[in-house]
Nanobody, 124 residues
């Protein structure tokens, strides 16, 4: 599957953005999708994931209550709604997909398919 992330930008603290991950094919029966992020000088970290059946949704503690992941299979797109953004949310955000099982907390090596990343900058 080919993935393309979009929706990043510059936003003030407390603001919102919605990221989109468009895929060549993401069907409910096959693909779990995750969002990761990587800030300058830091390792890539897992942010959120949604299982192929939507039965399992995960959020890292640092985004719980602020971010919401969802999927629209008719549009082959997964979204990450980000509210109450903080400067520490500044990073390049990547979406990734897998047809296999994956660990929680999220691990980069569990996801073989990656999008190109979209920059999110939270600054006043």
């Amino acid at each position: 599957v080919q993935l393309q992330a979009s929706g990043g930008g510059l936003v003030q603290p407390g603001g919102s953005l919605r990221l989109s991950c468009a895929a060549s094919r993401i069907t409910r029966d096959y693909y779990a999708v995750a969002w990761f992020r990587q800030a300058p000088g830091k390792e890539r970290e897992g942010v959120s994931s949604i299982s192929s059946s939507d039965a399992s949704i995960y959020y890292a503690d640092f985004v719980k209550g602020r971010f919401t992941i969802s999927r629209d299979n008719a549009k082959n797109t997964v979204y990450l709604q980000m509210n109450s953004l903080k400067p520490e949310d500044t990073a390049v955000y990547y979406c990734a997909a897998t047809v296999s099982s994956y660990s929680i907390p999220l691990k980069v090596f569990d996801f073989p398919s990656w999008g190109q990343g979209t920059q999110v900058t939270v600054s006043s």
